[in-house]
């Protein structure tokens, strides 16, 4: 749906993107400071690329070869910036209808997200999760053709951000509008997208669909960037219906199918999720050295040394009796081969 190859030297920082997003909605998930706002903003219009392009659907909104560069107001692309960019001496209704395309229809958005009770009101007299569901019935009164959307949730709280998860996705349903979504938090990415780009330090370096990605990082960076923090480093003995890996141990471990070949240096990656209720074949018996144990709510956090290096694993509360562990003991875990990613490493890289 959304097409972008663009080039854009600023001072002391290079924008060098490409994607091409197959889904409605397109998560760009990167730390702070690595390009994902300037993005939005090369696509918005905001920010004239140096070169390359960006379409929409068939529709060159801007392409250096071709000498097209369509200005903001005519791209048709609703964008909600981080601060909200509400002009504070409007109310929230005139907020909202500020470049509405057809009468009505910023008061049927304010009903629908909740906030028409405070349409008189202005931006300084209503909470962040007000101002935000303002500045999205603004975007979604001009009737886009996309929908850009920077961190739009990063300053609420975990409820009103479920609430906010839902009212998007019914609006994306009804008005059929593709989004590009600025993320770095990994569990809203899987929440809202179908799609998923990494960029690293102005750089696109990995996309496809969010499972894909997260299960098949390119290199232990964008593990790490995608909250994989246990890494054990191994080698490829085989490749069958699960990935042979060697450990340091000079144990196997059974993990998930990549395009690897014998020899091949590699990481595994350790997820808290991986712990199997028994062994079946797509599992691993493994000893882990338990160092803590905390107690939440609906999960039961271990902290333990597995191959010389610190993992982290989470049991459902209700399973809890299921397992022995006591800090201070070892403790005996099945690992689930697929939920077990192997990233590739080079010679020299060291864990």
């Not at 392009?53 to 692309?77: C, H």
């Not at 909200?84 to 629908?112: D, M, Q, S």
């Not at 101002?131 to 001009?142: G, H, I, N, S």
């Not at 070892?330 to 864990?351: D, G, H, K």
Request: glycine residues 6%; positive net charge.
């Amino acid at each position: 749906m959304v097409k972008v190859k663009v080039k854009k030297k600023l001072k002391g920082f290079e924008l060098k993107v490409e994607f091409s997003s197959k889904g409605m909605t397109t998560a760009l998930f990167a730390p702070s400071g690595s390009g994902k706002s300037l993005t939005l903003k090369a696509i918005s219009g905001i920010l004239t690329p140096d070169e390359g392009f960006i379409y929409l659907k068939e529709r060159a909104l801007f392409d250096s070869a071709k000498g097209i560069n369509v200005p903001p107001q005519k791209r048709k692309i609703g964008y909600l910036p981080q601060e909200y960019g509400l002009f504070p001496h409007l109310t929230v209704l005139e907020n909202a209808k500020f470049g509405e395309k057809r009468k009505g229809t910023a008061e049927e958005i304010l009903k629908r997200l909740k906030v028409w009770e405070i349409k008189d009101k202005y931006p300084h007299q209503i909470s962040g999760g007000q101002k935000q569901r303002t500045a999205l019935a603004r975007a979604l009164a001009a009737e886009p053709e996309l929908l850009l959307l920077d961190e739009p949730f990063s300053a609420l709280d975990k409820s009103l951000k479920e609430e906010l998860y839902k009212e998007l996705k019914g609006i994306q349903r009804e008005f059929q509008i593709p989004v590009i979504i600025v993320s770095h938090d990994i569990d809203e990415v899987f929440e809202l997208s179908d799609w998923l780009v990494i960029i690293k330090e102005g750089k696109s370096s990995q996309e496809g669909e969010p499972h894909e990605v997260f299960f098949n990082p390119k290199d232990p960076e964008t593990a790490n960037l995608l909250g994989q923090k246990s890494l054990i480093e191994g080698v490829v003995k085989e490749v069958n219906q699960f990935t042979l890996i060697k450990l340091p141990s000079g144990k196997t471990l059974k993990c998930r199918k990549g395009e690897f070949k014998r020899e091949d240096k590699v990481f595994i990656s350790i997820l808290p999720f991986s712990v199997a209720l028994s062994l079946e074949k797509e599992t691993n018996k493994v000893k882990v050295k338990v160092l803590s144990v905390k107690e939440g709510r609906e999960i039961v956090k271990i902290t333990g040394i597995f191959e010389g290096k610190e993992i982290e694993l989470h049991l459902p509360r209700s399973l809890r009796p299921n397992f022995n562990i006591e800090a201070g003991k070892e403790a005996t875990f099945y690992l689930s081969a697929e939920q077990i990613p192997v990233i590739r490493r080079n010679n020299e890289e060291e864990s």
